[in-house]
């Protein structure tokens, strides 16, 4: 098991810029693809940012690309979005996500399905 527990979030103006932090514990997380997604009302949730294990690399979604970095630090066992230049588009509950995969495999949505989530924190953005 992998506990996933997330803080960070707010409200923002746009323009602005937010830090998110998802902690794990439990099993091995340094083995496990890193993920945040997000889901806005009315809409599906979707892939923001993922970084491997092995590299690592990382991937972005096209939207927040040049403006969202992810990292982690395996020591502290936890998993960051920094996010800058913030739109009201960006608004949506952050959602961040381990998955068994391979070493500089971002994780395909179906291993974060069969992996950890954690709670969800909110991110509005004012314009």
């Known amino acids: 098991q992998v506990q996933l527990v997330q803080s960070g979030g707010g409200l923002v103006q746009a323009g602005g810029s937010l830090r998110l932090s998802c902690a794990a514990s439990g099993r091995t997380f340094i083995s496990y693809a890193m993920g945040w997604f997000r889901q806005a009302p009315g809409k599906e949730r979707e892939f923001v940012a993922a970084?491997?294990?092995?590299?690592?690399?990382?991937y972005y979604a096209d939207s927040v690309k040049g403006r969202f970095t992810i990292s982690r630090d395996n020591a502290k066992n936890t998993v960051y979005l920094q996010m800058n230049s913030l739109k009201p588009e960006d608004t949506a509950v952050y959602y961040c996500?381990?998955?068994?995969?391979?070493?500089?495999?971002?994780?395909?949505?179906?291993?974060?399905?069969?992996?950890?989530w954690g709670q969800g924190t909110q991110v509005t953005v004012s314009s």
């Open positions: 970084i491997s294990w092995g590299g690592p690399r990382t």
């Open positions: 996500a381990a998955a068994r995969a391979g070493p500089t495999s971002r994780g395909q949505d179906g291993d974060y399905e069969r992996g950890y």
